[in-house]
């Protein structure tokens, strides 16, 4: 079963994550009238960013629960795997609103358009704001969870992108540079490009079962080769069942004379004490009964 590792309780953190998706739904309504009404693209595409924003966290929430469901007949591995799911399809609706935001800005850059500089500061200095309190909001729950992690990255890109836009406004007030505001806009797109590709790479990982950056399979493998009783190994598998439980699986040829069920609890006690790998499945083979030309992997 998955576990929370932050400090927070399960029920204060969702509280909180609840309150951070209210926050940023009004956040985003206020930003969308406002870039309307001043005609700043800048504004809107920061709104945009905090209504993903707020989707991601509504998922997050969701995902969170669901993980916290025990195994059972269907999902005998458990349901820890639906935040990396969750997280995953963050980083892809991301990608494609960064996207968006890119070719808006071109077309914007091309065709410049009025500009409302003191809507565009004022708002975007309520959102500042509200941004840097819900990044602190999660900022707890972020160290060990991949899914609130990401969210929490994108209300900290959102901070950063509400100072940029202040700064467009800023100076559309002083100098009426109405280039600034497609420029901003392809900076924050290209930031939320930056943090969705990076993001993005692990929860893939995860969902293809690669095996875990610690430990590492040679680190596990030279481990087993080390006990004794052991001949070789071959047929490994080391993959992650999810963010935080990795699994291995493998065959073990044990030396002449050795007991197999002895030698099996061995291994599983080493990998569980060492290696925190506590899901474990162990084919012991004698030398004369093992596989023939085995795969060291797969």
């Known amino acids: 079963m998955p576990h929370d590792h932050s400090h927070i309780p399960d029920q204060t953190g969702d509280r909180r994550v609840a309150l951070a998706v209210a926050v940023n739904i009004v956040l985003t309504l206020v930003q969308i009238v406002a870039g309307v009404v001043s005609g700043s693209l800048a504004l809107v595409a920061d709104a945009v960013h905090n209504l993903g924003d707020a989707l991601s966290l509504v998922i997050a929430f969701v995902a969170r629960r669901i993980g916290r469901r025990p195994p059972d007949a269907k999902m005998t591995f458990g349901y820890g795997r639906a935040e990396v799911v969750a997280a995953l399809i963050n980083y892809t609706t991301l990608i494609a609103i960064a996207i968006f935001l890119l070719a808006e800005a071109v077309q914007r850059a091309i065709h410049p358009v009025g500009i409302e500089g003191w809507i565009v500061v004022v708002v975007a200095a309520v959102a500042l704001v509200i941004d840097t309190l819900t990044a602190w909001l999660i900022h707890g729950m972020a160290r060990d969870s991949m899914n609130i992690r990401a969210a929490f990255l994108h209300n900290l890109a959102d901070a ?40 993005i790479r692990p929860a893939i990982h995860v969902l293809m079962l690669g095996s875990p950056d610690s430990p590492e399979l040679d680190e596990v493998t030279n481990a087993l080769c080390g006990m004794d009783g052991i001949e070789g190994v071959h047929s490994v598998h080391l993959w992650r ?43 012991i083979e004698t030398a004369s009964a093992q596989c023939r030309e085995p795969d060291f992997i797969g």
């Open 241 to 283: 069942i999810q963010e935080h439980e990795n699994a291995f699986q493998a065959h073990v040829v044990m030396t002449p004379g050795a007991d197999a069920m002895a030698l099996r609890a061995q291994i599983k006690q080493k990998l569980a004490d060492h290696f925190g790998i506590r899901h474990a499945s162990i084919e």
């Open 160 to 199: 950063m992108g509400s100072f940029a836009v202040i700064v467009a406004g800023t100076l559309i007030l002083l100098y009426d540079w109405r280039l600034i505001d497609p420029l901003v806009t392809a900076l924050i797109a290209g930031y939320i490009l930056w943090h969705a590709a990076k993001g």
